[in-house]
């Protein structure tokens, strides 16, 4: 594999990169439509969880179109209530695993004087949590979401994170077509994660490189 000079900083998404975020979402998603049936927001047949976990690295309200397009607005905004509630939930019982390799690589990468942040289209309580419930949240200097910041694209979000630290050179690692989007309409550097099992065909065509594993990333940089 190709080795690359060390960045100053490297910019990751969560889910699908950091997160395993099935091991936390397949309850989750269950719980939210239980709940929207009982309350009568939305009595047609639950959709398969893999459109939820295919939808992930979109804005928020462009999930839930994807997810229940026939839902009314209404529904959409009470699950969108849920999913967070319900995600914090099933995470301070214990739900939810990183990938394999995740502390053990960004412990490294720090050692080595990287800087890492987390830029992700999802909401800010989540994005902040995720990290700090599974022990990793102390690793990253910033923490840039869509949920916070109001951003329309994940290229905007990794525009503020860069100008609002000062970042010069930074490589983009995820496991979107936002994610590669991101990176290169900033100039960056981009990774892309092969390893979930949610993507769309091509959704990477585009990175400069793709990883099978997150213990790679190690990999690409010269020591």
């Not at 939808?55 to 997810?67: A, K, P």
């Not at 995470?91 to 390799?101: A, D, I, M, P, Q």
């Amino acid at each position: 594999m190709k080795s690359y000079d060390l960045p100053e900083a490297m910019l990751f998404d969560l889910d699908g990169t950091l997160f395993r975020t099935e091991t936390l979402l397949e309850e989750v998603h269950r719980r939210v439509f239980a709940t929207l049936r009982e309350e009568g927001l939305y009595t047609a047949p639950e959709p398969p969880v893999e459109c939820l976990l295919g939808s992930l690295g979109m804005l928020l309200e462009h999930i839930w179109q994807q997810v229940m397009p026939d839902g009314s607005q209404a529904a959409q905004d009470r699950a969108n209530e849920l999913l967070l509630q319900y995600e914090l939930e099933e995470l301070e019982n214990g739900r939810g695993e990183l990938y394999e390799g995740v502390p053990e690589a960004l412990r490294e990468l720090r050692a080595r004087g990287v800087r890492l942040f987390v830029a992700s289209n999802g909401l800010e309580q989540y994005v902040k949590e995720v990290p700090r419930l599974l022990g990793i949240g102390d690793l990253f200097e910033g923490f840039y979401s869509a949920g916070e910041y109001g951003t329309r694209s994940k290229v905007e979000l990794v525009q503020r994170l860069l100008a609002d630290n000062g970042v010069k050179t930074a490589w983009m690692v995820g496991d979107r077509h936002s994610d590669v989007e991101a990176g290169k309409g900033n100039g960056l550097f981009t990774v892309g994660c092969d390893y979930a099992g949610f993507r769309r065909a091509g959704e990477l065509d585009g990175a400069d490189v793709r990883i099978r594993s997150f213990a790679e990333l190690l990999e690409l940089v010269r020591e």
